[in-house]
Each structure stands twice: as structure tokens, then as C-alpha cells.
């Protein structure tokens, strides 16, 4: 897959989120910004992300995903 095609399915499973994609091989490393992670749990964040990629991992095209999440705010801060 596309970098471009990675980051619309994000966008369009998470709201207002904004999505760096990085590949090396079928390894995809992602950075998400978006306000809808306000309140959610580490965890509940990934589910969100990863629910926009479940059917390229079903079918192998993802094969492992490494990702950070952040609400503005928590993006503000790293930078």
C-alpha cells in the first residue's frame, strides 16, 4: 500500500485527525493527531486507528503496525 492510501483510511475512521505515515516493507509506522482521542484510554486509541485498517491486515497487505497517538494538546507538547 501507499503511504496516501494508508493515511485517507485513517482520516476518514478518525475524525479531524491528521495521520504521518512512514513504510519500511509491510511495517507501517504511524503518527495520529486528532482531538477525538480527548479522554481515551492508550488502548481505545489504538482500537480506533486499528479499526481503519483491519481489512489490509486481514489480508496481509499491513503485516505489522507501530503507532503514536496524540490529541493536539499531547502534540503541542512533544514539539
Same mark, same amino acid.
Given at each position: 500500500?501507499?503511504?496516501?492510501?494508508?493515511?485517507?483510511?485513517?482520516?476518514?475512521?478518525?475524525?479531524? &485527525?491528521?495521520?504521518?505515515?512512514? %513504510?519500511?516493507?509491510?511495517? =507501517?509506522?504511524? /503518527?495520529?493527531?486528532?482531538?477525538?482521542?480527548?479522554?481515551?484510554?492508550p488502548?481505545?486509541?489504538?482500537?480506533?486507528?486499528? &479499526?481503519?485498517?483491519t481489512?489490509? %491486515?486481514?489480508?496481509?497487505? =499491513?503485516?505489522a /503496525?507501530?503507532?503514536?497517538?496524540?490529541?493536539?494538546?499531547?502534540?503541542?507538547?512533544?514539539?
Amino acid at each position: 500500500m501507499q503511504p496516501e492510501q494508508i493515511k485517507a483510511l485513517v482520516e476518514a475512521k478518525v475524525p479531524d &485527525s491528521t495521520v504521518q505515515v512512514g %513504510i519500511d516493507g509491510s511495517h =507501517i509506522n504511524l /503518527v495520529v493527531v486528532s482531538p477525538a482521542f480527548e479522554g481515551m484510554t492508550p488502548v481505545k486509541k489504538q482500537q480506533l486507528v486499528y &479499526s481503519a485498517l483491519t481489512d489490509s %491486515i486481514a489480508q496481509g497487505t =499491513i503485516q505489522a /503496525v507501530h503507532m503514536k497517538t496524540f490529541t493536539p494538546e499531547q502534540w503541542q507538547q512533544q514539539q
